[in-house]
């Protein structure tokens, strides 16, 4: 069984704070997408991360993909209340069709 | 009406119920997905179709029953639920299931809160 662990669960800090998520797997994947998920709402794809070692930036984002293509992690600068929501990494497995493996998310408090 | 809705958006119902939640793309994708989001665990795939034919079925219990009528359209019709089947039911629609190594960004709707009592 494909499993992504996702670390930390929770995740409450000040404005202004760095923060990393990270996200795990002994699984190889083709790519690994990052979403956001508000309350009420439908998670949002954030990036997709395709090659290992690969490094994207969004804004104030920053995200890896490792080498072994098995891990990722989120890094977010400065962090702003609107930033606050659940991360959510997904992991497409080879020769899987479409199919996504999710993480089972990191809920993010940014306090003004 | 623009990406993917979902009605309703809340539902509670008993467990001899029989009930069905709506999906609509307004995208023109070929592949839509039914998936189970419950509180700290991970989505869950239950139902995968591409161009109306299901491609995934991942071991879901048989009181869950998709269709799809057409690309745009998706349910999940409900009976004899079980408490534990309370949870968020996400719909999401991408352009493709598969082609080659092409990765195709899944869009959300905004799901349907469940409560089975």
């Known amino acids: 069984t494909q499993l992504l662990e996702q670390s930390p669960q929770f995740l409450s800090i000040q404005e202004g704070e760095n923060l990393t998520v990270y996200c795990n797997s002994s699984?190889?994947?083709?790519?690994l997408q990052w979403y956001r998920q508000e309350p009420g709402e439908g998670p949002v794809l954030l990036v997709t991360v395709v090659t290992g070692g690969e490094v994207k930036k969004l804004k104030r984002l920053t995200f890896q993909f490792g080498d072994a293509r098995k891990d990722s992690s989120l890094h977010i600068t400065a962090a702003q209340p609107g930033d606050t929501g659940l991360y959510l990494c997904?992991?497409?497995?080879?020769?899987?069709?479409?199919?996504?493996?999710f993480g089972q998310g990191t809920e993010l408090s940014v306090k003004p | 009406e623009t990406g993917v809705t979902q009605t309703p958006r809340h539902l509670v119902m008993g467990m001899t119920n029989k009930k069905s939640l709506k999906c609509e793309q307004h995208l023109g994708h070929n592949a839509m997905y039914w998936y189970k989001q419950s509180a700290k665990k991970p989505l869950e795939l239950m139902f995968v179709y591409s161009l109306e034919e299901r491609v995934e079925n991942n071991s879901v219990p048989s009181r869950f029953s998709p269709e799809c009528p057409n690309s745009s359209h998706l349910f999940l019709h409900l009976h004899t639920l079980q408490p534990e089947d309370s949870a968020l039911y996400l719909c999401?629609?991408?352009?493709?299931?598969?082609?080659?190594?092409?990765?195709?960004?899944?869009?959300f709707g905004p799901g349907t809160r469940l409560t089975v009592t």
């Open positions: 699984s190889v994947f083709s790519s």
């Open positions: 999401a629609s991408s352009q493709e299931w598969m082609l080659g190594l092409a990765d195709y960004e899944q869009y």
């Open positions: 997904a992991g497409r497995p080879y020769n899987q069709g479409g199919k996504l493996i």
